[in-house]
Structure formats: structure tokens, C-alpha cells
């Protein structure tokens, strides 16, 4: 138990118990009831910090209904602040492919411009080439921040042929929201950096953590980068895995004015 907090400190009784549950003589509730007892519940702090700074949302959402069967089929974006002990507020940019949730770019930095977030894309884009895997008909998922709108990332996009996609909501961007909370709450909330120089490595050191050891459920209980190896080497092993986005239908370009009037009525 010690051991695991101690390489992710934010790390849950339940998922420690899906790791050790092979080795342990009770079962599921009675392990958490102990670690209740004990005082090793992991209390969650509360986030109250709007980091998007809203653009116009210049691109529909392209996820309506998607179907997602592979890697680089969608990846999400979302930009997240940590706050040093001294109370300055830094910035992280996190990229996740939505089929793996594998966190493939990542970025700290003390401002969040729009070249920073280029720079973030650009790491996830060569690190898939670098890998060998094909960038094709590739949907980037995001909020509406104006960053994504910037004519420097949508040229990038444009370039390697990627599709931008924008949200209004974060339940529609599920999954860098969820990157974004496991990254600050499950590690840099204990680590608790001091400055953009420290937050750069353990950042870097959490994503890694994240990727390689972070099981999943909807992965068959692998973690990213395992079920990534998997897709490779055992095709057979996850043929049946089809991820279904949100069903419901978001707001778009074309409909917010329709929902608005629906809100005045």
C-alpha cells in the first residue's frame, strides 16, 4: 500500500486494491473499510479555477455519435493551472488519444499562449511518427479556448491533415478532463513543486507513471501504454473494444442559437 502512494501519492484504495487483489486475502470492501479505518482515504481537493479563455468556437463538434476503433482517431486537449505553495498559477497542456487514454503530449509553462500550446501538439504529432503509427483522418478534440483557434495551431493542424473539434461543455471533453485530474490530484497536488522548473519534472515523471502503470477498466484493466502493446501484438485480444462517445446531441455552431431561445423560453 506505502509503496504504491509513494510512486502516486493520489492514487486511490480501489485502483490499489485492482493491483494487489491477487495477494490479498479479502475482498474489495473489506480492504477499503480497512483503509478507511486506517486513515488512508485519499481526500480530492477542490478545483474552483476557470483556466479557459473563451474564443468564438469557430469548429462544430465533431464527436457526436463518433465511434472511436483505433489509436489516432481522436485525441482531447485541455489546459489545466497549478498553483505553487508561493501562489502563483502555472499552466499544464495535456493531449490524450481518446482510444487509449494514453497522454501523448504534455507541456508546463508559466503562460498560456497560443505557442505553447503549439508546442504541445507538435510533441504528440512526432511522438506518434516517431512510434510508426499513421496520423490519419484524426479528429482534435477541445474546449473553446482561444488558444486552439490561433492561426498558429490551426496551421499545424492543417498541415498534418487533422480535424478541429470544439466543445461547449467539459462533460463533452471527458477524457482531457480526466487526464487533467488524474495528473494534478493523483501526483503534483502531494509533490507539490515550487516553480515551473520542478513542475516540468514532475510532470514529466507523473505522465510516464500515468501511462505505463495507471490501469484502466474500459482497457481490460491494462494500462495505456500495455493496451497500446496489445493492439500490436494480440489484434484478436481487443477486436470487440468499441469506444462510444456521448450519445447526446451538444451544442454546435449551427444549433446554439435554437438552444438559447430554448433557455429564455
Given amino acids: 500500500m506505502l509503496k504504491h502512494r509513494q510512486v502516486c501519492p493520489g492514487k486511490g484504495c480501489r485502483a490499489i486494491y485492482q493491483d494487489l487483489n491477487e495477494k490479498l486475502p479479502v475482498g474489495r470492501d ?18 474552483y479555477f ?61 503562460r498560456a499562449f497560443a505557442t505553447n500550446f503549439n508546442i504541445v501538439l507538435k510533441r504528440a504529432i512526432n511522438l506518434r511518427k516517431h512510434e510508426g503509427t499513421v496520423i490519419q483522418d484524426l479528429i482534435h478534440h477541445s474546449d473553446g479556448g482561444k488558444q486552439y483557434e490561433a492561426a498558429i495551431y490551426q496551421k499545424t493542424c492543417a498541415k498534418h491533415g487533422i480535424q478541429q473539434s470544439m466543445c461547449y461543455y467539459s462533460w463533452e471533453n471527458p477524457y482531457a478532463e480526466k487526464a487533467n485530474d488524474l495528473i494534478k490530484n493523483r501526483y503534483l497536488h502531494f509533490w507539490k513543486p515550487k516553480n515551473l522548473a520542478e513542475l516540468k519534472q514532475m510532470l514529466k515523471k507523473a505522465v510516464i507513471h500515468h501511462n505505463q502503470y495507471q490501469r484502466k477498466t474500459a482497457l481490460n484493466n491494462l494500462s495505456p501504454r500495455d493496451f497500446e502493446e496489445t493492439l500490436t501484438t494480440q489484434e484478436n485480444l481487443n477486436q470487440d473494444y468499441l469506444l462510444k462517445l456521448k450519445p447526446s446531441k451538444p451544442r454546435t455552431r449551427n444549433n446554439s442559437d435554437i438552444f438559447a431561445k430554448n433557455l429564455e423560453v
Fill in 30 to 47: 473489506k480492504f477499503e473499510a480497512l483503509m478507511r479505518e486506517l486513515g488512508l482515504l485519499v481526500k480530492k481537493p477542490k478545483n
Fill in 50 to 110: 476557470r483556466t479557459t479563455q473563451a474564443g468564438l468556437r469557430v469548429f462544430d463538434n465533431l464527436l457526436i455519435e463518433k465511434e472511436v476503433n483505433r489509436i489516432n482517431q481522436v485525441w482531447q486537449a485541455d489546459m489545466t493551472y497549478y498553483k505553487t505553495p508561493q501562489g502563483k498559477n502555472l499552466y499544464i497542456i495535456l493531449i490524450t488519444d481518446v482510444y487509449s487514454q494514453r497522454i501523448i503530449g504534455y507541456g508546463a509553462y508559466e
